[in-house]
């Protein structure tokens, strides 16, 4: 076990734990150096990472930056996301055999960029059986309340799983999908909890806790690299064919290739054997 049972007691009833120095100064100073690069289509590997919602001299800039599988460009990415200690983690908290990423987030967000709007991540699994995930959310720098940090509403992994989306990026009001969930469900009163951190401190989330990110009022960049995991039993779900993921779907099989999602820490002691190369330094 890496975390202990007072800490694994504090994630089931609030929904999120602080991990203090879970990552190195030279990790993280590692994957921050990366960023300006994997942001101008410049990738180590030669991989393009799956999603890449902001590009230098043509996204609104005033947006959050986000690449999604950022460690199929860069190694200094995968040494963060696809940490053994990460999946382990996970699988203690989740109580899984093992852990498999599901997708990693690199996230700048520089002074004034705009919020991300509050959800739950499990709305956004229907693909994935079972639709169930946990995060690692990893600080590359001091990240304070004005600063646009995370914000989690405590105890909220113990409602259920709104299956309504609403806007991601940037909406007026970040708290809008929170203020209409809890209407639904009759609460009237619940705490937002922004975590302030330091470098190389991580959090991790369960899938059903309400969360978002407010307005860069600071005058200082938040850099921020997250790792989505699922269990290592996840499959395919047979039918809901996500728009993006489902392309590493083959035909007539829910089995995930460990090419594009691999087994970062099982019990037994397994890895995705395409981990070695790409993690080592
Ligand atoms: O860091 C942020 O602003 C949002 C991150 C997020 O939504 C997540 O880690 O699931």
Request: aromatic share 12%.
């Amino acid at each position: 076990m890496i975390l202990n049972s007072r800490q694994r007691a504090a994630f089931e009833e609030d929904g999120y734990l602080v991990v203090r120095n879970f990552n190195s100064r030279e990790r993280v100073n590692e994957a921050r150096s990366r960023f300006e690069k994997l942001f101008r289509g410049e990738f180590e590997t030669g991989l393009q990472p799956d999603e890449w919602n902001w590009r230098f001299g043509i996204t609104d800039a005033s947006l959050t930056r986000q690449i999604c599988n950022g460690w199929k460009s860069d190694r200094a990415i995968a040494r963060l996301v696809l940490d053994a200690r990460v999946g382990r983690a996970c699988a203690e908290l989740m109580d899984w055999p093992g852990t498999r990423i599901n997708q990693d987030n690199v996230i700048w967000k520089p002074p004034g960029a705009r919020q991300v709007g509050f959800h739950q991540d499990n709305t956004y699994q229907e693909w994935v059986d079972p639709p169930s995930m946990i995060t690692c959310w990893m600080a590359l720098d001091t990240t304070r309340r004005d600063a646009g940090t995370i914000e989690y509403v405590r105890h909220s992994n113990h409602w259920p799983v709104q299956t309504r989306k609403f806007t991601f990026h940037a909406p007026d009001d970040y708290h809008e999908a929170l203020k209409f969930t809890a209407g639904e469900l009759g609460i009237d009163a619940y705490a937002i909890d922004p975590i302030e951190v330091e470098a190389g401190d991580a959090v991790f989330h369960h899938g059903k806790t309400w969360h978002g990110s407010g307005q860069n009022h600071s005058g200082q960049p938040r850099h921020t690299v997250v790792s989505h995991c699922m269990s290592s039993d996840s499959r395919f779900h047979a039918d809901k064919v996500g728009p993006i993921y489902g392309r590493y779907k083959k035909y007539g099989s829910t089995e995930m290739d460990e090419s594009f999602f691999p087994v970062i820490f099982r019990k037994d002691g397994y890895r995705s054997p395409c981990l070695e190369s790409l993690t080592e330094t």
